[in-house]
């Protein structure tokens, strides 16, 4: 096992990975940006390290100054947390150069699935079920044409360097693709330095159904079952639950079989997810894979009972998932996670500053993962997530009822947060009877705005 692990993050995801280490016996790491100074990650880390200013390039997406630190602390291994350098392969390939364990799959597995339209080839050759769409990167708009034409309108175009929704264009006729196809090349070019593009037949309100899996080192791989994360703005998601009522036990169990078969094939390693759109007829299709431990993550947690970052250490050392698990998965009960950004509620614009209040909810079947307190400041240069108020309950409706008593209870002040509008999505009719897509929150918030006029 490792002694030393740094924790190459911030905020609520960097406490949460010195917890599980803290809990693996490991000594712990911080790296933190002049911007988070007094921080709590910076606080219960055993160590920690200044490695420069406040703006991200110059600071936690600065390689050179993030590898000096490891090199200086003398750490066995890197946990990269989410976002930030947790998907970048060359990183990974700098820390296996420096002899550091990157906590994470194999680099050459990280840009396979980075690269969207190679993930879909090679998902599809493992076995997983993916729409009808191109074959390989669109050459010219004619070949756009022809591939659409076959696969029948309408149709999206998605850059393969995306991913999250950007450089995508929904195409409904022959006539407007050519257009389409140049805008989204050009996005795509601008935006990820690479123009590459594929095509998929378009799902019209489709549900967002993602799959935990988590792999060892020696083949195995087990799935943990799903999260239903429709409830999204701007495919930034702002509340995901499990089990999806729309997943039967069959659905489960069967994806569970193809994902593990797949992913032991593609050689993953790793706490992994498989995105899924799910259609009308409650069709799962593969578009995407994250290769990291993600945000939502405690929502598996909680009804599991696995710990996804402890697990995801001890397969990094070399554990069997026979002697990381306790058994089999049994999921029991109903979990749901609400995102508190700090931003206006009604704007979104992000909202920085001093809390000067800060009540967190607790009691019974209640987590708040946060690195938030009162009298903290929230810095404007990074994500605007600032804890996640995650519940478990036997059922839904419990779930639910127990989500609404803790945002109740939930007081921060001094900043503006999501906590309002999370209060009106737990009240609404269809959000209660679980009619949720990835339409819903824009349908509902602009009722809200008329419901206001
Ligand atoms: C789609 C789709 C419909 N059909 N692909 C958006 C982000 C990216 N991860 C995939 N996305 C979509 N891909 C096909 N073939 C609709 C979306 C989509 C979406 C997906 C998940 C959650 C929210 C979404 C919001 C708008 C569009």
Not at 140 to 160: D, H, L, Y
Not at 336 to 353: D, M, V, W
Not at 409 to 421: A, K, N, Q, R, S
């Amino acid at each position: 096992m490792f002694h030393k692990i740094m924790v190459a993050n911030r905020g609520e995801i960097a406490l949460r990975v010195i917890c599980a280490c803290k809990e693996l016996g490991i000594r712990t790491v911080a790296i933190y940006s002049e911007a988070d100074r007094n921080s709590l990650h910076v606080r219960f880390a055993d160590e920690a390290i200044c490695i420069g200013p406040p703006q991200l390039a110059q600071s936690y997406l600065n390689i050179p100054a993030v590898i000096s630190a490891a090199e200086i602390a003398n750490v066995d291994a890197i946990h990269p947390g989410y976002g930030l350098l947790s998907e970048n392969a060359n990183f990974a390939e700098v820390c296996e150069t420096c002899n550091i364990k990157f906590i994470g799959p194999p680099p050459q597995v990280t840009r396979l699935m980075g690269e969207k339209e190679k993930a879909r080839a090679a998902m599809k050759k493992a076995g997983v079920p993916i729409l009808p769409g191109s074959e390989g990167i669109l050459a010219s708009e004619g070949e756009a044409v022809e591939w659409a034409r076959q696969v029948g309108f309408p149709v999206i175009i998605k850059a393969s360097a995306g991913g999250g929704g950007r450089g995508m264009r929904i195409v409904r006729s022959a006539e407007e693709l050519p257009a389409l196809f140049n805008a989204a090349h050009s996005e795509a070019a601008a935006a990820f330095g690479n123009g590459d593009l594929y095509m998929e037949k378009y799902v019209e309100r489709p549900r967002h159904v993602e799959f935990q899996i988590l792999a060892d080192s020696h083949g195995n791989v087990v799935s943990l079952g799903e999260r239903e994360c429709s409830l999204q703005r701007r495919h930034q998601k702002l509340m995901e639950e499990s089990p999806s009522l729309q997943v039967t036990p069959e659905l489960r169990e069967e994806t569970g079989r193809i994902l593990s078969q797949a992913l032991s094939n593609i050689g993953y390693v790793n706490a992994g997810t498989i995105e899924f759109l799910m259609d009308q007829d409650r069709r799962l299709h593969f578009i995407e894979m994250n290769t990291r431990i993600q945000v939502e993550h405690p929502v598996t947690e909680m009804v599991t009972d696995v710990d996804l970052v402890k697990s995801q250490i001890m397969i990094a050392a070399g554990a069997k998932l026979q002697d990381v698990l306790h058994g089999p998965i049994q999921p029991r009960g109903h979990a749901i996670e609400c995102r508190i950004n700090a931003e206006h509620p009604e704007k979104f614009t992000p909202s920085a500053g001093k809390i000067t209040t800060f009540n967190p909810p607790g009691g019974t079947g209640v987590r708040l993962d946060t690195a938030a307190y009162a009298e903290g400041v929230i810095p404007p240069y990074y994500d605007s997530l600032i804890a996640k108020l995650v519940v478990r309950g036997r059922d839904r409706n419990e779930a639910i009822s127990r989500m609404g008593r803790a945002l109740e209870m939930f007081i921060v002040e001094g900043i503006f947060t999501t906590i309002p509008l999370h209060r009106k999505i737990l009240a609404d009719p269809e959000f209660r009877a679980g009619k949720i897509d990835t339409g819903f929150i824009e349908r509902f918030l602009k009722a809200a705005k008329e419901h206001a006029a």
